[in-house]
């Protein structure tokens, strides 16, 4: 094999680039960050949203995408741009891509049964894992020691004395036992929570989980929990899976969390439920539609925690997803399965 030409189309930290360099010497990292849009924030993948090249720049974006054979990242996280790149690059043959959710964006790419054969695609599932998961337990946190209450009587200059609930001896359900869900249950059972697992192959036993089940018993595992966290992809298997018989079945003391995909949930139901109290809350990353509607209901209610999507973003997400792709980038050379790899006929 000769030389591998990668090219770096997501804004990227210098030190992680030369980090890259060092991988193996056949790889040729071709970075020139003036081509990329400067980032808003840490480990932003996106950048700048007003970001225009110049028409040399342009030129000069397209004459390096075209001779990659590795791609970093999709240009300016666009599902377009990606199709773009992939019929401008006759030689690729793997892209990485920055987000756990990739395989919705390839999905969205419209890309022809050749060009994914052609084409490997891998996400970032499993970087953010430390994230997501601390949030979720944040999310539970929050309703079980009565948040929503804690920041009305400080408006309110209360100072009343109260009980709250612990986490020791309660119910954790976590639908979706991959990375994120492992480390949940991880985290859950380091506070003392029984923790029950739902897995499409609910085989054998996982650590930290103390029961495992298959999704067809979800609504009756629902009806036990103290608390459910949802880490899902969304695929045509889980769309809508936690539908409103899953939400009716809930307990009125009950919390739920997504950090998965807002399709997952029948949101309308999830409305319903915490307009009429009959949840005790729910903290939400994720959402049917996104960014969040400013007429969805869920603004104005007090027993809904919002996060725009952010959940996962780490100062440390960019060192983590450079392993992965170190890692892969070291699979590829000596033609090994790439780790995250896209299904690219689930895009999951």
């Not at 929503?148 to 639908?175: C, K, M, Q, S, W």
């Not at 492992?182 to 003392?192: H, K, S």
């Not at 409103?244 to 309308?268: F, K, Y």
């Not at 890692?327 to 006929?345: F, Q």
Request: hydrophobic letters at 45%; one cysteine or more.
């Amino acid at each position: 094999m000769g030389s591998v030409p990668v090219v770096i189309a997501s804004p990227l930290e210098a030190e992680l680039v030369e980090h890259l360099r060092t991988v193996d010497d056949r790889l040729e990292v071709h970075f020139e960050p003036d081509l990329l849009p400067p980032p808003r924030y840490p480990c932003d993948h996106r950048g700048e949203l007003g970001f225009a090249r110049t028409p040399e720049q342009e030129a000069r974006f397209t004459e390096l995408v075209a001779g990659a054979e590795i791609l970093f990242g999709l240009p300016e996280e666009s599902p377009e741009r990606l199709a773009w790149a992939v019929r401008v690059a006759p030689a690729l043959r793997f892209v990485q891509g920055t987000a756990a959710g990739a395989g919705q964006q390839v999905r969205a790419a419209e890309l022809t049964p050749d060009e994914l054969r052609r084409v490997h695609f891998a996400s970032s599932a499993g970087v953010h894992a430390t994230p997501l998961a601390e949030w979720a337990i944040f999310g539970v946190l929050s309703f079980r020691k009565g948040l929503p209450r804690l920041l009305a009587d400080a408006d309110g200059r209360r100072f009343d004395h109260y009980p709250v609930d612990e986490l020791r001896n309660a119910t954790l359900l976590v639908v979706g036992v991959g990375e994120i869900g492992r480390e949940v249950a991880r985290l859950g059972a380091a506070f003392g929570m029984r923790v029950v697992g739902v897995k499409r192959d609910a085989r054998g036993q996982l650590p930290h989980v103390d029961e495992l089940h298959t999704p067809d018993r979800l609504d009756e595992l629902a009806g036990d929990a103290d608390a459910i966290v949802i880490t899902l992809p969304l695929t045509l298997e889980t769309d809508g899976l936690v539908s409103r018989t899953t939400i009716q079945s809930m307990r009125p003391d009950a919390v739920l969390v997504n950090i998965g995909r807002g399709g997952v949930v029948d949101e309308p139901a999830l409305v319903e439920a915490l307009q009429e109290r009959r949840l005790r809350g729910a903290a939400l990353d994720v959402f049917a539609t996104e960014p969040l509607p400013p007429e969805s209901p869920l603004w104005a209610l007090d027993n809904v925690l919002i996060s725009p999507h952010t959940a996962a973003l780490s100062v440390h997400e960019n060192e983590r997803i450079v392993e992965l792709f170190a890692d892969n980038l070291r699979r590829y050379l000596a033609g090994e399965e790439l780790r995250s790899r896209i299904r690219t006929d689930a895009f999951y």
